[in-house]
């Protein structure tokens, strides 16, 4: 029985959405690496954005209870189906929320409690409202996304700098045809929910211009990364390849295949293409 609760909470939290912005929160301390390396505070530093992240999570499923009763992705979730209360939520989740918030001010810096403070009202505020009420709720909700990164970098150098806002600008291109990829093969799950994503009030065409839009943005702020010197040919030639292809096929096989599919092999390429670019600055840990 307390296996089960404790799985129950786990789920609460998002998981998937902490464990992909853990990743990009590495990245970001890593890039701004210098010898030797601290690891208390890169330790810190992710504990910290991982509680703040499920804190928000928890609260953006109290706040969806309504949209997640009528998915059939959400239904089962604990909120809806009443095995956790929303009172026990709302108290899990202010624990989380003030463990992070407090690692992340007494431990880490100013800069940082900042980026994750903006990012907790983003997710949960703004973007809570703007994606019941607007097609631009992606755009609204790539701000808390692309935080973590940059979390990362200010733990690490305590200041925000070019690199940080590049850094910024590469979450927030990479998001847009990831989610609306996923907005694209799942369009009915959010017509169910009324929720008003890009492919069912503009249409899967206009989705797929500005997919492949945002995509060509991420590759230039790659390029800016090596233009900026934060980065090396190595990592220039690699990402820049992998984000060239990512471009490349949202481009010319826009027209020649299901959308569905098509938008299927745009989000698995978003995938890869995110680990290919944590992987080229992880590299630097070794030289």
């Not at 703040?52 to 009763?69: F, G, H, M």
């Not at 108290?91 to 690692?103: D, E, N, P, Q, R």
């Not at 998001?175 to 929720?195: G, L, N, T, V």
């Not at 295949?257 to 992880?282: G, H, N, P, Y």
């Amino acid at each position: 029985m307390v296996s089960k609760d404790i799985k129950k909470y786990y789920r609460l939290v998002k998981p998937g959405i902490i464990y992909g912005n853990l990743l990009t929160c590495a990245a970001g301390f890593v890039i701004a690496y210098n010898h030797p390396f601290n690891f208390r505070l890169f330790v810190l530093v992710l504990l910290s954005t991982s509680l703040v992240i499920a804190s928000a999570c928890v609260l953006n499923n109290i706040i969806d209870i309504d949209i997640d009763s009528k998915m059939k992705r959400t239904k089962k979730r604990a909120l809806v189906e009443g095995t956790i209360t929303i009172k026990n939520a709302y108290i899990f989740s202010a624990i989380l929320g003030l463990l992070g918030f407090l690692i992340l001010i007494l431990q880490i810096n100013l800069i940082t409690f900042m980026v994750g403070l903006i990012a907790f009202i983003d997710y949960v505020v703004i973007y809570g409202y703007a994606k019941r009420n607007s097609i631009y709720g992606t755009l609204v909700g790539t701000i808390a996304g692309s935080a973590s990164i940059v979390a990362g970098y200010t733990a690490a150098t305590n200041e925000l700098n070019v690199c940080a806002l590049i850094l910024f600008l590469i979450m927030t291109f990479w998001q847009m045809p990831h989610f609306y990829a996923i907005a694209i093969y799942r369009k009915k799950d959010y017509r169910e929910a009324s929720i008003p994503v890009m492919p069912i009030i503009k249409g899967n065409q206009r989705t797929r211009i500005e997919i492949i839009f945002y995509s060509f943005c991420f590759l230039i702020s790659i390029i800016l990364l090596r233009v900026y010197k934060y980065a090396d040919n190595y990592f220039l030639a690699i990402v820049g390849a992998i984000s060239l292809y990512w471009l490349l096929y949202g481009f010319l096989r826009q027209g020649a295949e299901d959308i569905d599919k098509w938008a299927r092999k745009m989000f698995k390429l978003s995938l890869l293409v995110l680990l290919v670019l944590c992987t080229m600055i992880f590299l630097r840990l070794l030289y």
